[in-house]
């Protein structure tokens, strides 16, 4: 979790923080520094309503409001009760941490998987894992794929999936140089129709 501004500065619902504000984000996080708490769970273990337990502890206790929630990953997080069928349970989760993003005006950050068929190309709404209906609960969705041969060249190919307040069309990809080795997830971006040889882009 990372620390928020006071309200006051918040004055737009839909881009509730300043862009100066974001910036002196960015330059912050950039020198190295951010206020960060992490709190662990085996997996299967934790459900959404114990995460919000630890965000109202860190609240009350510590005057820790988090601007943003990071959920390592959604697909296994306990659900609620109330259903035995594993769709609707992950169906369930993703209602769940919808409602914690908007209780607590943060922004709340998880992954999922999809299927194999997008080892080899770009990924589709399609082809989310267990439940499609994931996409109905999040404000914007981005796939992540490589290919073996961009891994070893440290090449990210990045794509829009879902976006519910701007447009966007799910065939435009970025493509993204990082080393994750030094902690660096993008180090240089190009939209993937600029790059000649993707070969040459990684270096």
């Given amino acids: 979790m990372i620390r928020r501004p006071p309200r006051s500065a918040q004055p737009n619902p839909r881009r509730p923080y300043p862009d100066d504000y974001m ?14 708490v992490v709190q662990s769970y085996p997996a299967m273990t934790a459900s959404v309503e114990d995460i919000r337990g630890f965000v109202n502890y860190m609240e009350s206790a510590h005057n820790y409001h988090a601007d943003v929630i990071v959920v390592d990953y959604a697909d296994i997080v306990q659900p609620g009760r109330g259903t035995s069928e594993y769709r609707h349970q992950i169906d369930s989760v993703w209602k769940m941490l919808r409602s914690l993003a908007q209780e607590k005006n943060a922004l709340v950050i998880t992954a999922t998987h999809t299927n194999k068929n997008t080892f080899k190309r770009r990924i589709t709404q399609a082809d989310l894992s267990e439940d499609t209906r994931k996409l109905n609960h999040v404000a914007c969705m981005f796939g992540l794929n490589q290919s073996a041969q961009e891994k070893k060249h440290g090449i990210m190919r990045v794509n829009v999936i879902a976006s519910r307040h ?3 069309s799910p065939n435009d990809e970025c493509v993204v140089l990082q080393s994750l080795d030094i902690g660096c997830p993008i180090m240089s971006s190009l939209l993937l129709e600029n790059v000649m040889n993707i070969d040459e882009f990684g270096g």
Avoid: M, Q
Wanted: glycine share 30%; hydrophobic share 35%.
């Fill in 166 to 168: 701007d447009g966007f």
């Fill in 23 to 36: 910036l002196r984000i960015f330059n912050h996080l950039g020198r190295g520094g951010g206020d960060l």
